[in-house]
């Protein structure tokens, strides 16, 4: 399945390269929609988009941004679905089938509160759930939207590296480059730990 799928990615890029930015935008949306994320192949789609990555068929920097504004996208929808039908949700068919994880990701979200949104993003199981779940419970959408964009960020070059590194990353990343990113690293910790400090007067039960 994941060659089949490689393959077809490979194909439509290379048949329709203009549109590769928005194919892996719709890749990552997909694989982070409620329901629909679980079902989907998450972390071998990123995998292979790494790969290609890797063979030169897509930029670096461009396919990260690409892939984090799909993560971000998904997880919106994600979010005001619950957001607006909250507990209605629960009484789909789905959700019935599925209450142990419903159970273990109100739980999560209690424990963690506004920084579930972030550590959820790298825990399978939860993943695809728990935006929903924070719309459900009515966290507020000013509160959301900045730490969804942080686990984004984080998650599509996270997941895309291991793919990367299968050819190495002397060829994709310039060495111009390399000295820089201890710096760029140091930035984005300073960025997300002031986000954090800024948002920790928002703890679950004030949500």
Same mark, same amino acid.
């Given at each position: ?8 990615? @490979? ?10 930015? !928005? ?38 920097? !461009? @396919? ?8 971000? @996208? ?21 959700? #019935? ?44 959408? #000013? ?25 190495? @990353?002397? !060829? ?36």
């Amino acid at each position: 399945m994941f060659a089949e799928f490689l393959a077809f990615i @490979t194909q439509l890029i290379q048949q329709h390269p203009t549109w590769a930015g !928005s194919i892996v935008f719709i890749v990552a949306m997909v694989e982070s929609l409620a329901i629909i994320g679980f079902v989907v192949p998450g972390v071998a789609m990123m995998f292979a988009i790494g790969v290609l990555i890797s063979q030169g068929s897509l930029d670096l920097i !461009s @396919t990260i941004i690409w892939a984090a504004a799909g993560a971000s @996208t998904g997880d919106a929808l994600s979010f005001f679905l619950g957001y607006h039908y909250k507990e209605k949700l629960y009484r789909l068919p789905w959700f #019935k089938q599925h209450q142990k994880l419903i159970d273990d990701g109100h739980r999560f979200f209690e424990k963690y509160g506004i920084y579930s949104i972030l550590i959820g993003r790298f825990i399978g199981p939860i993943r695809a759930i728990i935006p929903l779940i924070a719309g459900a419970l009515g966290m507020p959408i #000013k509160h959301y939207i900045p730490i969804n964009v942080i686990a984004s960020a984080l998650w599509a070059p996270a997941y895309l590296f291991p793919g990367i590194m299968i050819a190495g @990353t002397a !060829s994709i990343i310039p060495d111009r480059w390399l000295s820089f990113w201890p710096i760029a690293l140091l930035i984005g910790i300073i960025v997300v730990i002031s986000v954090l400090i800024r948002l920790y007067k928002y703890p679950a039960d004030r949500l």
